[in-house]
């Protein structure tokens, strides 16, 4: 939204508005913008969810996967986790073929991984980047 439109929804000035947006992004409150795609029109409808297991927790172990992990370009998060496995990523793909390729070119040749569980998500119920403040 605009300034102005944000300055009228919070009631304040356009000014007092701007310095205070201006005042959250210097203090790393605001730490980008982003433009929302829409992955089904851009033939990117699958979303698969890899549990994955490594062979130890070593400081080397876990950072030599997420160095590696942080150059598939489908990957669009990954997350260390507690529980069963140790990370969870968010995969993105045309469809499951795709997603093998995915699999067979980048995910495999992760270091340390013993062990890989993928979860299709069949549809989204709901989906939100907005913070509950």
């Known amino acids: 939204m605009t300034n102005a439109e944000l ?8 000014s007092a508005c701007y310095r205070r947006v201006q005042r959250l992004e210097t203090d790393g409150y605001i730490r980008d913008y982003v433009a929302l795609l829409d992955a089904r029109r851009l033939g990117r409808p699958t979303t ?14 876990l ?3 997420e160095r590696e992990v942080r150059k598939i370009p489908d990957v669009l998060e990954c997350h260390l986790m507690a529980g069963s496995a140790d990370y969870l990523l968010k995969v993105v793909a045309e469809d499951t073929e795709d997603f093998a390729r995915i699999h067979r070119a980048y995910l495999a040749r992760l270091p340390g991984v ?17 913070l509950p403040i």
């Open 7 to 14: 300055s009228e929804q919070v009631n304040l000035s356009a």
């Open 48 to 61: 698969v969810f890899v549990e994955i297991t490594l062979s130890g927790q070593a400081d080397e172990v």
């Open 63 to 65: 950072d030599a996967f």
């Open 114 to 130: 013993a062990q890989m569980q993928s979860s299709f998500a069949l549809r989204t119920v709901f989906k939100t980047t907005a």
